[in-house]
């Protein structure tokens, strides 16, 4: 028979399934089995509950471009699963959790020509730092990558085009006025010089973010006989850019709107540095959050700094990691000047 901490465990990680499909989008049929499940046990209802106050706690991704970057998180968080923890069933929930509101892992390998160094581990064994796939084309311009992401780059001498097959990409462009540089998506045209710029391929939509300079934002061509949408939007340094490719018809590009320096900030919080713990002791945690933040932090007693934890956290996010120990491990973070102390919750 399972333990009750085993039983636990399972349900956590049942929860944290139900919440990747289901911002990943669940149809009628979908809705109505996940309502059935919540119903069922009242455990079922609490795990979602809790799970959904830690993905906000870490500001989890919510839209619904990123489902297939959750669902390769997932499958990471399947086969850590298979590991055996060195604390109780309950704390494997706990691993659960984390893991399931957590930051994209980088892609296996490199593609394309001349790929960057890869960005060397804060630990060995335990910790490591995660960063995007980055890779330096023929130009030298530089292109990031999250995971599930793959360009294909086509230059000649008269042009620069980058074919983005699937997924998401940043570019940061070096400047040639004699061979324009061009990201194909799907359908739609991204033009620019020198400058750059994020490009993210959906099923619907086509999406343009612009960190630098000035880009161009062409809509898919008309087909024979159709009504030729209005010609190419032009986008600036934070400002967005969306053209509809649901239909297959041609879209005229949404109104180019600007985003506000949170809503940048969040869109591309996928290109910033994570760190992956695995059964990683709150010690050497705190040691490496310490390394790049201002604010200290401690844990109050050698029994909170040996409690381990498994997950991947925004590595510029030392508020997020503080409270999503709060959520999970019932610790309680005491602010003073220049520190936080990590306390238990019943002290």
Do not use: Y
């Amino acid at each position: 028979m399972k333990s009750r901490a085993g039983d636990s465990a399972g349900i956590t990680g049942e929860a944290a399934r139900w919440l990747v499909r289901r911002d990943g989008g669940l149809d009628a049929a979908g809705q109505a089995e996940f309502a059935r499940w919540c119903a069922a046990d009242p455990r079922h209802a609490a795990a979602v509950a809790e799970l959904e106050r830690v993905w906000c706690a870490l500001e989890g991704p919510a839209r619904r471009e990123r489902r297939e970057l959750l669902r390769v998180e997932l499958r990471g968080l399947q086969a850590r699963r298979q590991r055996r923890w060195r604390r109780s069933g309950a704390l494997a929930g706990v691993a659960v959790v984390l893991l399931a509101v957590a930051w994209w892992r980088p892609a296996d390998s490199n593609r394309g020509p001349l790929p960057l160094p890869a960005p060397a581990a804060a630990f060995a064994g335990t910790a490591r730092v995660l960063e995007p796939t980055r890779q330096r084309l023929p130009d030298g311009s530089v292109v990031e990558l999250p995971p599930g992401a793959e360009i294909h780059p086509a230059f000649d001498a008269e042009e620069r085009v980058v074919i983005l097959r699937r997924g998401e990409a940043h570019f940061s462009v070096v400047r040639d006025p004699t061979r324009p540089f061009t990201v194909v998506a799907g359908s739609v045209r991204v033009r620019a010089v020198g400058t750059a710029f994020a490009v993210q391929l959906g099923r619907a939509e086509v999406e343009v973010v612009v960190t630098e300079g000035t880009v161009s934002v062409a809509p898919p061509a008309a087909a024979p006989g159709a009504e030729a949408p209005a010609g190419p939007a032009v986008a600036t340094a934070g400002q967005r850019a969306v053209v509809p490719v649901a239909s297959g018809a041609a879209e005229p590009v949404e109104a180019v709107r600007v985003l506000s320096a949170a809503e940048l900030a969040e869109r591309l919080a996928w290109r910033q540095p994570r760190i992956e713990f695995s059964e990683t002791t709150l010690t050497e945690a705190i040691a490496w959050f310490n390394r790049r933040s201002a604010v200290r932090l401690r844990a109050a007693d050698d029994g909170i700094a040996a409690l381990r934890i498994t997950g991947v956290f925004r590595a510029d996010n030392t508020e997020g990691f503080v409270r999503a120990l709060e959520a999970t491990l019932g610790l309680r973070a005491e602010q003073r000047p220049g520190e936080i102390v990590l306390r238990r919750g019943t002290e």
